[in-house]
């Protein structure tokens, strides 16, 4: 059973940083993408950035391009989401996701975590 877990959440005051995990087990995703979606009260889910598990290629939504970082640790079959500079926009639920394709749309991602709370405060 293919199961995808989030963690790292919390409470940060704006500017600060949060580090979230993105934990996969059930399988090896090695050829996968493993994406990171947020999604704010009241609004569509959006991406955040991607990572391709394979060669490390990574990719971002502009709204956050040089203040997140994605890395990947194929041997814990876990992704990381370093957020530096937050903001309170940043404010939303965040979702991991593994697909096959490099995409910024939700529908190709095959699985999906439950997702961990990030508030920023101002």
């Known amino acids: 059973q293919v199961q995808l877990v989030e963690s790292g959440g919390g409470l940060v005051q704006a500017g600060g940083s949060l580090r979230l995990s993105c934990a996969a087990s059930?399988?090896?995703?090695?050829?996968?993408?493993m994406g990171w979606f947020r999604q704010a009260p009241g609004k569509e889910r959006e991406f955040v950035g991607g990572?391709?598990?394979?060669?490390?290629?990574?990719y971002y939504a502009d709204s956050v391009k040089g203040r997140f970082t994605i890395s990947r640790d194929n041997a814990k079959n876990t992704v990381y989401l370093q957020m530096n500079s937050l903001k309170p926009e940043d404010t939303a639920v965040y979702y991991c996701?593994?697909?096959?394709?490099?995409?910024?749309?939700?529908?190709?991602?095959?699985?999906w975590g439950q997702g961990t709370q990030v508030t920023v405060s101002s």
């Open positions: 059930g399988r090896t995703f090695s050829s996968y993408v």
């Open positions: 990572i391709s598990m394979s060669d490390g290629y990574s």
């Open positions: 996701a593994a697909g096959k394709l490099v995409t910024t749309r939700k529908d190709p991602y095959d699985y």
